[in-house]
């Protein structure tokens, strides 16, 4: 029998090996969890995510370790709200609805077709942050712009923030998790005159869906029509990732395919991915896949 010590030893020796070639990944770092009170916990279901060590042969994106040589101020896919259809930033960049800042379209005909049903949540959304902005400043309202710093950052990271909440609910594997929970995720401002490090990740939990849903009907209706126009286009419905800093937040859904039309490789190590990036201030996330012509990166 080989001694426990040279086993080790030749271990440790792989793993130095690996890191200098960029294909190991140490995932020990403990997440920052919220002190939840028993209330939320009992009356919500609230659980964090328990710390863990995980091991792969290959980064969860492209770039993990090394940041572009480009400038990083890029922003996620964008999808017309109405159509569907995905945006070419270099062919023809999509516009947003100037009311609420995060709905998107491809064209004004499909705006104007949208309209008459997004008009209520539209309306909604800018009162919430026109109330915001009336707020005093404190721990809950840090800054009278930070509902406007929250939808900025909901769009920059809108591809890592979808891919986070497929991983946290298991998808891939569960998908009928979608409808049961959601992506809670807290942030803290930080200090900068960069606009995409504005924040930095918190903690990150998995409540009911519920826990979204009961506080504001409207939301939830609009959720409930991603979520029929989602399972008829054949996905598995509508997952919800909630951005929370202080008392506001932005509420992302996220309409998912069918998983055998998903390539996104299952990763443990969501949470530190997504906490790399958003304190690293990059936007240029692109997660691993593995399909039948092999393992790629977007």
């Not at 980064?59 to 569907?84: E, F, L």
């Not at 721990?139 to 920059?156: C, G, M, V, W």
């Not at 998903?262 to 443990?268: G, P």
């Amino acid at each position: 029998m080989i001694p426990h010590n040279k086993i080790y030893k030749s271990l440790e020796r792989r793993i130095k090996q690996l890191e200098r070639n960029g294909l190991y990944e140490s995932l020990s770092t403990p997440r920052v969890n919220l002190p939840f009170s028993p209330f939320f916990r009992n009356n919500f279901g609230i659980f964090t995510n328990p710390i863990m060590t995980t091991y792969y042969a290959t980064p969860a994106a492209a770039n993990y370790y090394n940041a572009p040589t480009h400038s990083h101020r890029q922003r996620g896919i964008r999808i017309c709200d109405t159509c569907g259809s995905t945006e070419q930033p270099t062919v023809k960049p999509f516009r947003l609805c100037g009311g609420c800042m995060t709905t998107n379209y491809c064209s004004p005909e499909c705006q104007k077709k949208h309209w008459p049903s997004h008009k209520a949540i539209c309306q909604h959304t800018m009162a919430q942050v026109a109330a915001t902005k009336q707020q005093p400043i404190n721990a809950d309202y840090p800054d009278e712009n930070i509902a406007k710093f929250l939808r900025r950052f909901t769009s920059q990271h809108s591809t890592l923030l979808g891919w986070a909440g497929f991983q946290a609910l298991q998808l891939k594997r569960v998908p009928s998790n979608v409808r049961q929970s959601a992506l809670l995720i807290e942030l803290i401002p930080r200090p900068s005159s960069d606009s995409h490090r504005q924040f930095a990740i918190k903690g990150t939990h998995i409540v009911p869906r519920t826990y979204v849903t009961s506080r504001d009907p409207l939301v939830a209706a609009d959720i409930q029509r991603r979520e029929e126009r989602c399972r008829r286009a054949g996905g598995i419905g509508t997952a919800v990732v909630l951005i929370q800093c202080g008392a506001v937040s932005q509420v992302m859904p996220v309409e998912v395919d069918a998983p055998s039309k998903i390539s996104w490789d299952e990763r443990n190590d969501w949470a530190e991915v997504l906490a790399h990036f958003v304190d690293s201030g990059r936007t240029d996330f692109k997660p691993i896949s593995t399909s039948a012509r092999g393992v790629f990166y977007g």
